[in-house]
């Protein structure tokens, strides 16, 4: 059954780091998803990608979060410069239909933590 | 902004039935859903209903969906311990419920 997968598993940075969070998606789907959840607390909707830009964010998406499509099969949310609060599990998403949970895949997570 | 509400903690023994409860704010709601998260793992959707129907069954999944009162229940029937995981709530947008812990004890 395809999936969703992530690397890497578990990230450590220091904060005001660099960090790449990769996402394979499910080779059809055509729109992309991250999330947070910073423990013990909900799954938190980041931003939506389509056809090479994004489709809608959130306010926690601000200008330290980017993401980009860099080829036909990874999806990458960057964090520019990491702060405390930037902890949390961080999951990708594909879905081959927009708005609708029953198509969206998730992926196993990144866990970071930023030191 | 919306909100979704659940009930953080639920202890069963193995063969008993589990209710996991959920409320949500947004009314317009066209799909509501109930997924999975076992240890370590992504989350996996369980199941959905639509707005329009007050129940759906899914082998040992039965959602009750209470519109009015904006109520939305995951019944786990003959809990198994690999039923033990945390259970999130959504709605249509996404936003989700911190999620409810089931722990299925022997």
């Known amino acids: 059954e395809p999936e969703v997968t992530q690397t890497p598993s578990h990230q450590v940075t220091q904060m005001g780091q660099e960090v790449i969070l990769r996402c394979v998606p499910i080779?059809?789907?055509?729109?992309f998803y991250w999330y947070r959840q910073i423990l013990g607390q909900k799954v938190e909707f980041l931003v939506s990608?389509?056809?090479?830009?994004?489709?809608?964010k959130s306010e926690i998406f601000d200008d330290q979060f980017s993401v980009e499509r860099p080829d036909g099969s990874n999806f990458t949310l960057k964090i520019r410069s990491t702060k405390l609060e930037d902890s949390a599990m961080y999951f990708c998403?594909?879905?081959?239909?927009?708005?609708?949970?029953?198509?969206?895949?998730f992926g196993p997570g990144t866990r970071l933590t930023v030191l | 902004g919306e909100d979704v509400e659940q009930s953080l903690f639920l202890s069963v023994r193995e063969g008993d039935s589990s209710v996991i409860n959920c409320t949500y704010t947004?009314?317009?709601?066209?799909?509501l859903y109930w997924y999975k998260q076992e240890p370590g793992a992504g989350l996996q959707l369980l199941t959905y209903?639509?707005?329009?129907?007050d129940m759906k069954q899914d082998q040992r999944l039965t959602v009750l969906l209470n519109k009015k009162d904006k109520h939305l229940s995951l019944r786990i029937a003959d809990t198994q311990t690999g039923d033990s995981a945390i259970y999130f709530c959504?709605?249509?947008?996404?936003?989700f419920g911190k999620g409810t812990m089931l722990l299925v004890s022997p």
């Open positions: 998403a594909s879905s081959s239909r927009p708005g609708q949970g029953d198509t969206q895949y």
């Open positions: 990608f389509y056809n090479n830009e994004i489709s809608e």
């Open positions: 209903i639509f707005s329009n129907m």
């Open positions: 947004d009314s317009s709601s066209t799909y």
């Open positions: 959504a709605d249509s947008t996404l936003t």
């Open positions: 080779s059809n789907h055509l729109y």
